[in-house]
């Protein structure tokens, strides 16, 4: 069975441009979330979906970034104008359920650069 | 605001010893702790975790101690192999918010044949 796959792996990017992030979750799984790691520091939660509703955006940093999952399958994270500070790994992680000892399971990031 | 901690940020070990990572944290309302290994370019994958009733947990060479009256808990790699040089994390969920992982800053761990 195939993991969580993102796309792109990498994208180096100037400040002001923009740019679409993909997710791919686990087939079957209803839960997909977002996170971050800027250099460094920890990983950060951004948002998580149930199916194609938004159950938590408590951690978008701001209105630059936008998440979307039509039809409850693939997510994509724009970001709308970027910054230099957006710069780091994003995450993507699917669940099949939604409880607390529920493993997400994790996608290989996109290192995302802005220059 | 971190609200879990973890030390040390890096860490070699030799080849057999036991490699120990330790964090802390403070919202009491935490009362799932998983710990998560990621290897150079993969994501985090889930290691072993913990629920505060119990005090230690063991998967193989993989052991994780819980202080519930300390607010800490570590993980401990006995017999080390340099298949295991990777970063960890730490992390802490809630009941009430179950899909948010609230991870610590990451050990990287390099163990030497």
């Known amino acids: 069975e195939a993991g969580v796959t993102q796309f792109p792996s990498h994208s180096v990017i100037e400040k002001g441009q923009t740019v679409t992030l993909r997710c791919d979750p686990i087939?079957?799984?209803?839960?997909l979330y977002w996170y971050r790691r800027v250099m460094g520091k920890e990983i950060k939660f951004l948002l998580h979906?149930?199916?194609?509703?938004?159950?938590?955006e408590s951690g978008m940093p701001n209105n630059r970034f936008l998440a979307e999952r039509t039809g409850g399958t693939y997510s994509t994270l724009k970001v709308q104008p970027a910054e230099l500070e957006d710069s780091g790994v994003y995450f993507c992680?699917?669940?099949?359920?939604?409880?607390?000892?529920?493993?997400?399971?994790f996608g290989p990031g996109t290192r995302l650069l802005v220059l | 605001q971190q609200q879990v901690k973890q030390s040390p940020q890096s860490l070699i070990v030799q080849k057999g010893g036991i490699s120990i990572i330790n964090c802390a944290y403070e919202?009491?309302?935490?009362?799932?702790f998983p710990w998560y290994q990621q290897f150079p370019g993969k994501g985090p994958a889930l290691l072993i975790a913990?629920?505060?009733?119990?005090s230690e947990k063991k998967e193989g060479r993989f052991t994780i101690s819980f202080n519930k009256s300390a607010k800490q808990f570590s993980l401990h790699i006995m017999d080390s192999q340099p298949g295991d040089s990777a970063t960890y994390f730490c992390?802490?969920?809630?009941?009430?918010?179950?899909?948010?992982?609230?991870f610590g800053q990451g050990t990287t761990l390099q163990v030497k044949p």
């Open positions: 992680a699917s669940s099949q359920e939604w409880h607390l000892q529920e493993t997400q399971y």
């Open positions: 087939s079957g799984h209803d839960n």
């Open positions: 979906f149930v199916k194609e509703s938004k159950q938590d």
């Open positions: 919202n009491t309302a935490f009362d799932y």
């Open positions: 913990i629920r505060p009733d119990v």
């Open positions: 992390a802490a969920l809630t009941s009430s918010n179950t899909g948010k992982l609230i």
